[in-house]
């Protein structure tokens, strides 16, 4: 096997409380392209950020053209031969592509004077390579995001890396931009690099990738070849368990609709948005990452605003509320990102399960630390969360305890309806089936409970009815029998341009 | 048994790791009665305290709003121009009248500079940079570049009250102190004023009003720096165009001395109190072992620097455990 380019043995890596990397094994052949495949959590941009400097594992090893090499930082990864593609790209704007091209390894003269004829020769060379249709002199903020990942590539070509790790890359592309991104990874494929694919597209994994590795908590599940597979292999290796069983679903109770959004549209994020809840019924909002989802929710919330549609409130139709409005309607949202959204990190959890709620805790401004100190013993109770007291800072906490108070700093307040987004991302497998039960219990107990989910069996284990959304519009709705992993993935692959799936169950 | 032992222990360690600047304050203490025998004496520790409590009110107010993760640097000129306006104001409407609109005046300054923050985005340090030219340039035009000198000198026998050493100055500012140590750690507004300073998204999306919020802090700045000039003019009698001035930097310097931190979430009353101590005792101390006042100068940076460096060893090791 001498066209191996990279290899990693046994690669562990653990954050506290979660094992984010288990004995990870993989390799990539030159002139290769390798999808690296999982669901959210599963281990992958861990695994990346391992191989780019930016995580150092606690064991294993790697091995580049039969080295074995240590990566301390992404410099060292570049000089190694390793180079990074962020989904969110690393330039910086102010500068010329040349300069972006080689930021941190600038040529110089003697004098350490930067040589700007050999910066600017070079990454010509290297634009030129790839067919970029435009010059190194060009200031990168004015350059469309596509040929801003062209510049990301140049990098490539510029510092000869044996190894490309693409992480998403066509998130943010059209239909053509993406075309041109494939035929650049063909030349560098061509050129005998070997490429890193990540993507959840399983159409662009099907048509450029040679081998496919799945991950799952952690663990590699499999390497397959691409042309001896197919997509309900892949998805099997992926979801890996029998959804019935895992997953504990509310019994079915539904009573008077709570929400009905009717035209819902925001100019640049989603549009003709409709969608009702009862209470006692959990709905599922499935979709890739960037669909939509959370901004929809955020601005059913108050969080942005609407540029059209009606909104009804327990058969009332309502202006659209600011965020402290809808806490007071009775309307909970849980945010994706418990750190940047949910929790207020230096506070204990008696002050942050309380936030929201400041009103009721408090007479004439002042605030009654005996009720708070209740609604914390009770909360931390029922959700069985564990800390070490009321004042402890919760950035000292797990993911999953951390989770947990953003729900109970939500549900303290006894809302009507609660959304909730990614409510398992990033946290270890015990809280999750905690969580999923508790979504139950929520809607047994009369809730109306709105699940966004990018993993499948969660959403399909939870709900009692699924909306697939796929670039800003509802593209499908599936009940019962109906909610099937494929009719999720078709519906969530098709081209938004193609005519809208209605009610398919 | 144990336990408890371990815990107790626990709590005094984390005390002092949160309170590090009141060891200084006692090491500053303990060199300066050994340096000076004029140091360590009830009448000279009344004076201290006089003498720090005017940035000691800027400090109180700057707290809240630094605990927000904003900063106000027009308090230096805020508090000039209640304090010529308190002064210049008393022959046509009265002293109290004149006292009255002098406290007003900080008050709108502050609502203005939070209305300023809060609605146009801008960052305070811009919005109250501004303040502090264009306020400073108020004073200017108001006292026709003059000191201001009070009429009738009763005025100036207003703050002469002394509970034993204590001057009424000093206990204007240790009681604001306390009520805004109350305020933070007891009332809605105070836990309002961490959770934006710590996570403003989480705080909006929790339902808490943000830009009221933010203006309502930026007020009781103002209104503090209002009241540290009207003490001001009260003990000088007389109202400088330049009064106050650098005055927002010392300030600073004590609040961040005291721990509270600048990108906001964390800080309290008693940090910024142990902070103007430290710097009051300083001062006095090196005073009365006559060094020159560059010395001081330098001798005054050294400590700054030095105990944010001990703050951040301090931080680091809490974080490693």
Not at chain 1, 46 to 72: H, Q
Not at chain 1, 74 to 86: M, Q, S, T
Not at chain 1, 344 to 358: I, K, Q, S
Not at chain 2, 253 to 266: F, H, K, W
Request: aromatic share 6%; glycine share 10%.
């Amino acid at each position: 096997m001498t066209d191996v380019i990279l290899s990693v043995a046994g690669i562990t890596k653990t954050f506290p409380g979660v094992r984010a990397l288990a004995d990870v094994s993989f390799d990539v052949r030159a002139g290769e392209v390798h999808a690296l495949m999982g669901e959210n959590g599963a281990g992958k941009s861990t695994l990346m950020k391992v191989l780019a400097g930016l995580y150092k594992p606690d064991a294993g090893t790697i091995t580049l053209r039969d080295e074995p090499v240590t990566i301390t930082s992404p410099l060292v990864a570049r000089e190694k031969g390793i180079l990074l593609i962020h989904q969110e790209l690393s330039l910086s704007p102010e500068l010329s592509v040349a300069e972006n091209i080689y930021l941190g390894a600038w040529p110089t003269n003697a004098l350490g004077m930067l040589n700007k004829r050999k910066l600017r020769a070079d990454a010509k060379a290297a634009l030129d390579a790839l067919g970029c249709d435009f010059g190194p002199d060009v200031r990168v903020g004015t350059l469309s995001i596509a040929r801003q990942q062209m510049v990301e590539i140049a990098r490539a070509q510029a510092f000869n890396a044996d190894v490309v790790i693409f992480d998403e890359p066509t998130a943010s592309l059209t239909d053509g931009e993406r075309r041109q991104l494939f035929a650049t990874i063909a030349r560098l494929k061509s050129a005998g690099v070997g490429i890193v694919y990540i993507s959840h597209k399983m159409d662009e994994i099907f048509e450029i990738t040679d081998r496919i590795t799945v991950l799952r908590d952690g663990q590699v599940q499999g390497t397959r070849i691409t042309a001896d597979t197919d997509l309900a292999g892949i998805t099997r290796m992926m979801i890996g368990r029998d959804l019935a069983s895992y997953f504990h679903r509310a019994r079915e109770d539904f009573r008077d609709e709570v929400l009905r959004v009717e035209g819902l549209t925001h100019a640049s994020l989603f549009s003709g948005v409709d969608l009702s809840v009862r209470a006692g019924e959990v709905l599922g909002l499935y979709g890739l990452v960037g669909a939509g989802r959370s901004e929809l929710v955020e601005t059913i919330f108050g969080l942005r605003h609407a540029d059209a549609g009606r909104l009804i409130w327990k058969g009332q139709e309502i202006p659209f509320p600011t965020p402290r409005q809808a806490v007071d309607l009775g309307m909970a949202l849980v945010p994706e990102s418990r750190k940047e959204q949910g929790l207020v990190l230096g506070m204990g959890g008696r002050e942050n399960v309380t936030l929201p709620h400041l009103a009721m805790f408090s007479s004439a401004g002042v605030m009654d630390r005996g009720r708070e100190r209740e609604v914390f013993d009770t909360y931390r109770d029922i959700l069985d969360i564990k800390t070490t007291g009321p004042e402890q800072p919760v950035e000292k906490l797990s993911g999953g305890n951390q989770q947990k108070f953003v729900l109970a700093k939500w549900l303290c307040a006894a809302p009507s309806l609660i959304i909730l987004d990614e409510p398992t991302r990033g946290i270890d497998v015990g809280s999750k089936s905690a969580i999923h039960e508790l979504i139950a219990k929520l809607a047994e107990d009369g809730l109306a409970v709105i699940v966004i989910s990018s993993e499948m069996p969660e959403v399909l284990g939870v709900s009692h009815r699924i909306l697939t959304m796929t670039e800003g519009r509802i593209s499908g709705s599936f009940t019962g029998d109906g909610m099937t992993e494929q009719a999720l993935i078709d519906a969530v692959s098709q081209p938004a341009n193609r005519a809208v799936q209605e009610d398919i169950a | 048994m144990t336990a408890l032992t371990s815990r107790m222990r626990g709590t005094t360690a984390d005390w002092l790791l949160r309170n590090h600047i009141w060891l200084f304050l006692a090491l500053a203490v303990a060199v300066f009665s050994m340096a000076s025998p004029y140091f360590l004496t009830v009448n000279n520790l009344g004076n201290v305290l006089t003498q720090a409590a005017f940035i000691g009110i800027l400090a109180v107010g700057m707290t809240m709003v630094m605990i927000n993760g904003e900063i106000d640097l027009s308090v230096g000129a805020t508090l000039a121009l209640a304090s010529a306006l308190a002064i210049g104001l008393q022959p046509a409407i009265g002293v109290w009248p004149a006292v009255f609109v002098g406290f007003l005046s900080g008050v709108a300054l502050g609502a203005l500079n939070g209305t300023l923050v809060a609605l146009s985005g801008m960052h305070s340090f811009i919005v109250t940079l501004g303040g502090l030219i264009g306020i400073r340039g108020l004073v200017f035009v108001y006292t026709g570049e003059e000191a201001l000198m009070v009429e009738d000198f009763a005025y100036t026998d207003i703050p002469e009250v002394y509970l034993g050493p204590l001057s009424l100055t000093a206990m204007i500012f240790l009681a604001l102190a306390a009520l805004f140590q109350w305020v933070l750690t007891s009332t809605r507004h105070g836990r309002e004023t961490y959770a934006v300073g710590d996570n403003i998204a989480a705080a909006h999306d929790a339902g808490i009003r943000i830009k009221r919020h933010k203006i309502i802090n930026f007020t009781i700045c103002g209104a503090l720096a209002a009241i540290a000039g009207i003490l001001l003019s009260m003990r000088l009698g007389t109202a400088e165009p330049n009064a106050g001035r650098i005055w927002e930097l010392w300030t600073i310097i004590a609040v961040v001395l005291g721990g509270t931190r600048l990108a906001g979430g964390y800080g309290s009353m008693w940090m910024t109190v142990g902070g103007i101590l430290t710097l009051a005792v300083l001062r006095n101390g090196l005073r009365l072992l006559n060094t020159p006042n560059y010395v001081e100068l330098m001798v005054m940076g050294s400590v700054l620097i030095l105990a944010l460096g001990l703050d951040r060893v301090l931080a680091a090791r809490k974080g490693a455990a």
